[in-house]
């Protein structure tokens, strides 16, 4: 079965710095790999979206997301966050078993300091 | 572009009780999906419906959890009887085709609190 691991809970950055939230999954074929982000009251938003091609993926809001096959790995990153970017952040696999449903991690609560 | 409808946003019932949840996904898009997120977890698939057919519904627990899209649009979640476990923010989302790399579409969700 399909998993998705992300290993920080909560993250603390000072605005201005640069930011990486780490994921690992466990799937049998080629992943389809998501970056979502919730904000408080607000629903999902995509960030990004990985399938195939160049493994470094550009999304909304300046962030990017790097697939490693060999590390099992789909980190997302931006080089400087802003007070805005505070929220919780989602990594999802999909495309298992002829279904189309997510699987999500537990996130990562995202910390801005001024 | 209007997004991805669901009410009530809050709602709070006594154990035992029943309730229902209401979806109102982006207009034109085949694929529904239910998504039961409990607090401090990611959200996790109840069950997906293409037009009004169910694709997957294995992780509902059905004795107690029933979902129906009639005609292909809206869809109707329901508990019942509810128990304390079942508080959580429920959410609805929607793609276009369903294929596993289609885009999402998350709602706001309803939270529900069970006491």
Redesign the interface.
């Known amino acids: 079965a399909q998993s ?1 691991t992300q290993p920080d809970i909560h993250i603390t950055v000072s605005e201005g710095a640069s930011l990486e939230l780490r994921c690992n999954y466990s799937y049998g074929a080629t992943p ?1 790999l998501f970056w ?1 982000v919730q904000s408080p ?6 960030l990004l ?1 990985y ?1 195939s091609g160049d493994t470094l993926v550009q999304g909304i809001k300046g962030f990017e997301a790097e697939f490693k096959r060999s590390q099992s790995s789909f980190n997302l990153r931006k080089p400087s966050v802003h007070w805005s970017d505070a929220a919780e952040y ?1 990594c ?1 696999v ?2 298992g ?11 990562t609560h995202l910390i801005i300091q001024p | 572009e209007a997004g991805v409808a669901q009410s009530p946003r809050y709602k709070i019932i006594e154990k035992r009780q029943s309730v229902a949840f209401w979806c109102n996904p982006i207009s034109g898009h085949a694929t529904l999906y239910w998504y039961q997120q409990i607090l401090g977890q990611g959200p996790k698939l109840l069950i997906q419906f293409q037009n009004n057919g169910v694709v997957d519904d294995s992780q509902l627990p059905k004795d107690r959890f029933s979902a129906e899209r009639l005609k292909g649009v809206d869809s109707t979640l329901k508990i019942q009887p509810a128990k304390l476990e079942d508080s959580a923010v429920y959410l609805c989302a929607s793609s276009l085709t369903g294929g596993p790399y289609d885009t999402q579409y998350f709602g706001p969700g309803t939270r529900l609190t069970v006491l």
């Open positions: 998705v389809y979502y009251g607000q629903g999902l938003q995509l979206k399938f989602f999802a999909g495309g078993g002829g279904a189309d449903g997510l699987t999500f991690g537990k996130g």
